[in-house]
């Protein structure tokens, strides 16, 4: 992939991979091909892993139970100074988006590759970051960039200056937790005081926010890179409708139907916002688009799972270019030299039931994995690898790439048919009969799509 | 990194405090001009020690191994005395120290757990041991 940095001495050699599963394996292959040493860490349950073979150092740091091992920031840290690690990579989930260990980490004196733990702060409460986006031009759902006061009256008020259906949301929430429509005013009040009890006792953070319901968007995301010295560019988009209970399933880039003079201003006022907080590093602005308008709802302040899909069609190696802004290597890239060709989609397989979706723990006694032009794999299993149920259930993420929409479904189908998980259960079935589905074939479809989709395809 | 006082009352609670949250039952801090040693006090009904396989029974009944209580680098013996490893096969009891886990100027002592015969070390001096890797072979009494 291109050299996208223009060289200086680096501030670490050697980065400790603070994740597991196959976002531990990705982040140690850039590592590689940058030729940074590494050090993996387990729990006890992971011991197995195949990243640990390939490292330069593989450490066990505590059981099976997350919050003492990937969870636990003192044994990370510990286990960065026992190898003198320079740099910590968090990956996505556990503490990639915690403010305190971003900050640990840099008291230590080491490096975080992510942004510092005043961007994570900013960004991880929706109240300021609605503000910040406003500041910086970046469209929202309509509503106060305030939290809502306890005054039942001018609550009421702003409900019906919004106007109805709204929707209140924890200000400290997120993956679809801490939130409440509200289709009338006469259920408002209730749904407040609901809300903020479970904000409190979920987030420990009882600040609630109000916006305008949107009945049928799509999710669309905008990923940013950023360097240390003020660069930035944006690097395409992504739709990520496919959600099952908010979580994403099948995602693609670029998102179809979005003319380039709709989403580019929003492009650009993402690289603004980032810019203006001093962003460093890789992120993703999340957006609900409806009627061909943009609205701000968060933003990801960290690599995300779907990330594959725009290295497919900018040809821009995401991870290598994080690690590289950590090191305070300045980004050698204009925006003039983002090209996004083709199309790329990317699908989650997890081990777990395809009917009840209940997670599928044992032992994987065979596997096939599909090959060929456009076909990546991104995954950390094998023929014998045996599934924990202490984790998230995501085994694998095949993506492809191909040189329309048409032609990557194509691709796609083609890829799920060679793809052969034996001895656990996996949403194989689910995910060969969603890339038959005229209606996703056709594109467009809302975040609501998949779950009616589902409920008919049980009943078939 | 900030160097610990000794003296100071607040940095000493709060060692202790990271002892206990790590589930280790203490420590020794070794400088040219001081030496340190905690050790936690834990109700025998509610102690749970990760440096053996189990507590209960006490006595060995089969073979077992003891594994590290945390991260560090392994000793087999105290780095301050001049002798090496201990002879195996030998007889130790449950609260026997049989190795330490050093961290930097820190030494976390690794327990025997139970009582037994100490039959084989598992692991090399000075190597880096992660949390719950074998360290030692701990079989019955003959």
């Known amino acids: 992939m291109a050299e996208n940095f223009a060289?200086?001495?680096p501030l670490f050699d050697t980065v400790l991979i603070a994740n597991r599963g196959e976002i531990a394996v990705r982040i140690q292959r850039a590592c590689r091909e940058l030729g940074l040493k590494t050090v993996s860490i387990c729990s006890e349950a992971d011991r197995q892993a195949s990243y640990g073979e390939t490292a330069d150092h593989f450490v066990c740091i505590g059981p099976a139970n997350a919050r003492r091992s990937y969870l636990n920031q003192d044994a990370i840290l510990l286990a960065a100074r026992l190898t003198g690690a320079g740099a910590i990579h968090p990956g996505y989930g556990f503490l990639s988006e915690n403010t305190s260990f971003s900050a640990a980490v840099e008291d230590a004196g080491l490096t975080f590759i992510g942004p510092d733990a005043r961007s994570i702060a900013t960004m991880g409460?929706?109240?300021?970051?609605?503000?910040?986006m406003i500041a910086a031009g970046v469209p929202c759902v309509p509503g106060p960039d305030t939290a809502l006061p306890d005054d039942h009256a001018t609550v009421?008020?702003?409900a019906r200056d919004i106007g109805y259906p709204v929707i209140i949301k924890a200000a400290g929430g997120g993956g679809g937790r801490g939130m409440r429509v509200v289709q009338e005013p006469s259920a408002l009040i209730e749904a407040m005081?609901?809300?903020?009890?479970e904000a409190r006792q979920?987030?420990?953070?009882?600040?609630?926010?109000m916006e305008k319901f949107l009945q049928h968007p799509r999710h669309i995301e905008i990923q940013v890179l950023c360097d240390t010295h003020g660069n930035a560019v944006w690097l395409g988009h992504r739709d990520c409708s496919m959600q099952r209970r908010h979580q994403k399933v099948v995602e693609e880039a670029p998102a179809p139907g979005i003319a380039a003079d709709i989403i580019e201003p929003v492009g650009l006022a993402c690289v603004e916002a980032c810019q203006q907080i001093g962003y460093r590093g890789v992120g993703t602005f999340e957006f609900l688009y409806e009627d061909g308008k943009f609205y701000f709802i968060e933003m990801n302040t960290r690599l995300q799972v779907e990330h594959p899909v725009t290295e497919m069609t900018s040809g821009i190696d995401i991870v290598q270019a994080q690690i590289k802004a950590a090191q305070g290597v300045r980004l050698d890239l204009q925006q003039d030299d983002v090209v996004c060709d083709g199309h790329s989609f990317e699908c989650r397989i997890n081990a777990e039931d395809p009917d009840t979706f209940l997670p599928s723990a044992g032992a994987v006694t065979d596997i096939a994995w599909p090959q060929?032009?456009?076909?990546?794999?991104?995954?950390h299993i094998y023929p014998g690898y045996r599934v924990s149920p202490y984790y998230d259930s995501l085994i694998a993420k095949l993506i492809v790439h191909a040189p329309t929409r048409a032609e990557a479904i194509t691709k796609m189908r083609t890829a799920l048919a060679g793809t052969r998980v034996e001895g656990i259960s996996t949403n194989l079935p689910f995910l060969r009969a969603l890339f038959e589905d005229a209606a996703f074939a056709q594109g467009e479809t809302d975040i609501h799509y998949l779950e009616k989709w589902l409920k008919a395809w049980r009943a078939a | 990194m900030s160097r610990l006082d000794f003296t100071d009352p607040a940095s000493l609670e709060a060692l202790t405090e990271m002892l206990s949250a790590a589930g280790v039952e203490g420590l020794e801090i070794s400088t040219p001009n001081a030496q340190l040693r905690l050790v936690i006090s834990v109700p025998e009904t509610v102690r749970t020690s990760p440096s053996a396989v189990a507590l209960k029974p006490t006595n060995a009944t089969s073979s077992t191994t003891v594994k590290a209580p945390i991260a560090g680098h392994f000793h087999v013996s105290h780095p301050s005395l001049a002798s090496g490893a201990?002879?195996?096969?030998?007889?130790?009891?449950?609260?026997d120290v049989i190795g330490f886990i050093r961290i930097g100027q820190i030494l976390v002592p690794v327990l025997a757990g139970r009582t037994g015969l100490l039959t084989r070390q598992?692991?090399?001096?000075d190597a880096l041991v992660g949390f719950g890797d074998v360290l030692f072979e701990l079989g019955p009494q003959s």
Do not use: H, M, W
């Open chain 1, 156 to 158: 009421e008020q702003i």
């Open chain 1, 202 to 209: 979920a987030f420990g953070n009882p600040a609630l926010y």
């Open chain 2, 122 to 125: 598992l692991a090399e001096q």
């Open chain 1, 372 to 379: 060929g032009e456009g076909v990546r794999l991104d995954t």
């Open chain 1, 193 to 197: 005081t609901l809300t903020r009890e």
């Open chain 1, 7 to 9: 060289s200086s001495d």
């Open chain 2, 86 to 95: 201990g002879q195996f096969p030998r007889s130790v009891v449950a609260s």
């Open chain 1, 125 to 132: 409460d929706k109240i300021t970051a609605k503000k910040a």
